[in-house]
């Protein structure tokens, strides 16, 4: 028996998120069906998160253990084969026995793509949050760092979680433009349920005047979630990395 740890990028648009769930189309889903078609067994697929529905991944990171022999360049030849044009496996390598896709990663990233052009682009509506008013990407990423750090981040989570421990370690926070995209991108040592989503939301609010410059810090201690701003749309949320020590 070997793990094979299996890296694979997807455009979410058309699933509701990753984890299995009853009578809906999922990501893990739809790569089981195509594991069952190579290797002849609906084996067990261990992902390194979830993703809400219509949230996309560059980098997803997954394990599967088989007794079959069949190298690396064979398992992702043969699983495009059998996978939607929206999924695609672009790496596969023999892992420890130990491996975990999400207990083993030291830290993620993410990034959340708004467009701040003037007129929707209907091209980017899957990808990317239409936001029509000016931002000043520059002041943002100043703001950004208050994020910065370890914190109790149970102010910047959806109710819905269960989640005991809410402490997170944000390692790094940037704001940048790029013509008419605004990129946002985190990267900490583990996620809440929406938080990414919910600190642009957030940010968007100092953009706006709703939040007082240089307050964010307060807004996280409060642990007090009305405090945050909303949460933004999935549509412009991309898990970019995974990462684990070498």
């Known amino acids: 028996m070997k793990k ?4 694979i990028r997807y455009d979410g648009t058309n699933y509701h998120g990753w984890q299995v769930q009853d009578n809906v189309i999922t990501v893990q889903q739809t790569f089981q069906d195509a594991v069952e078609k190579v290797f ?3 084996l067990d697929v ?6 809400d529905a219509g949230v996309h991944a560059n980098m997803y990171v997954l394990s599967l253990d088989t007794d079959m022999d069949i190298d690396c360049k064979g398992v992702i030849a043969a699983l495009n084969t059998k996978l939607p044009k929206d999924i695609a496996v672009i790496d596969c390598k023999v892992g420890e026995n130990d491996f975990h896709p999400r207990y083993s990663c030291v830290s993620k990233e993410y990034i959340y793509k708004l467009y701040n052009g003037k007129i929707r682009d209907p ?26 750090g370890t914190y109790d981040y149970s102010g910047f989570c959806s109710v819905k979680s269960k989640v005991m421990n809410t402490v997170r370690t944000v390692k790094s926070f940037s704001v940048a433009r790029d013509g008419d995209m605004v990129i946002f991108k985190v990267e900490a040592d583990g996620f809440l349920y929406n938080m990414v989503r919910i600190m642009v939301e957030t940010l968007l609010f100092v953009s706006e005047g709703k939040i007082k410059k240089d307050t964010l810090k307060d807004i996280i201690l409060s642990k007090d979630r009305k405090k945050a701003g909303k949460t933004a ?3 412009g949320l991309y898990l970019n990395k995974v990462n684990y020590q070498s």
């Not at 094979?4 to 890296?7: A, E």
């Not at 261990?46 to 993703?51: D, E, F, K, L, W």
Request: charged share 15%; proline share 7%; net charge neutral.
């Open 46 to 51: 261990v992902g390194c998160s979830r993703t």
């Open 4 to 7: 094979l740890v299996i890296t």
């Open 233 to 235: 749309p999935p549509q």
């Open 40 to 42: 002849q067994s609906r």
């Open 123 to 148: 091209f980017l509506a899957n990808y990317s949050y239409f936001y029509k008013y000016p931002i000043d990407a520059d002041y943002l990423n100043e703001q950004a760092q208050a994020f910065v």
